[in-house]
């Protein structure tokens, strides 16, 4: 079975532009997270979403960050405008059960907002 | 204000010796922690966790130890292998449970 997948790997955009990334979890896991791990620092918590529902988001750093899982399998993370304080990697994780139990990650999306 | 912190940005060891990886928190709610393993363009593994009713967990090569009084927590490698180097983060859930992480130790296993 494939992991979580994550696209695309790498994205590059001027200031201003907007960017979607997607994830595709373990299919199955009914949860899903998305992180922010900026250089040098560990994931920090974005959004959460059990299913289709999103029960937190309470890590989205501005309202130009969005989120999406309308099926309750991908989800999109979407950033308008984006700024330089935006470059990151985006990381994606899904789970069977609780919250926190063992939670799979993708290989993230290096994004660079020039 | 960080949590979860592991003052070790980096740490060398001889292959076949011990690594510790060291990691303390602040918040005396904590009650699980995890270790996550991650390689270069490779979203972070689950190592392994301890309950905050254990001091001590073990699985194969890795051990994580917890002292609770110290709010203090450490994870044994032996013997290190040249696989082991990868960025070791640790974390916890807090009471909201969202997980938070530590800044992650970058271990070197020497040749």
């Known amino acids: 079975g494939a992991g979580v997948s994550q696209s695309p790997r790498y994205k590059v955009a001027k200031r201003g532009q907007d960017v979607a990334l997607r994830c595709d979890p373990i299919?199955?896991?009914?949860?899903l997270f998305w992180y922010q791990q900026a250089l040098g620092q560990g994931p920090e918590f974005l959004t959460y979403f059990q299913n289709e529902a999103q029960l937190d988001k309470s890590g989205l750093p501005s309202d130009r960050f969005f989120a999406e899982r309308p099926e309750g399998s991908v989800s999109t993370l979407k950033i308008q405008r984006t700024q330089q304080e935006d470059s990151a990697v985006y990381l994606c994780a899904s789970t069977t059960r609780g919250l926190y139990n063992e939670q799979f990650f993708g290989p993230g999306t290096r994004l660079t907002v020039l | 204000d960080q949590q979860v912190k592991q003052n070790s940005p980096s740490l060398s060891v001889q292959e076949g010796r011990i690594s510790i990886l060291n990691c303390d928190y602040t918040n005396s709610m904590f009650d699980y922690f995890l270790w996550y393993k991650k390689y270069p363009a490779e979203g972070p593994t689950f190592l392994i966790s301890?309950?905050?009713?254990?001091d001590k967990n073990e699985d194969g090569r890795f051990t994580v130890f917890l002292n609770k009084s110290a709010k203090h927590l450490s994870l044994h490698i032996v013997p290190s292998q040249p696989g082991d180097s990868a960025v070791y983060f640790c974390a916890a859930p807090n009471r909201d449970d969202k997980i938070i992480f530590g800044k992650g130790t970058r271990l070197h296993i020497l040749p």
């Open positions: 299919s199955g896991h009914v949860s």
């Open positions: 301890i309950s905050s009713i254990k």
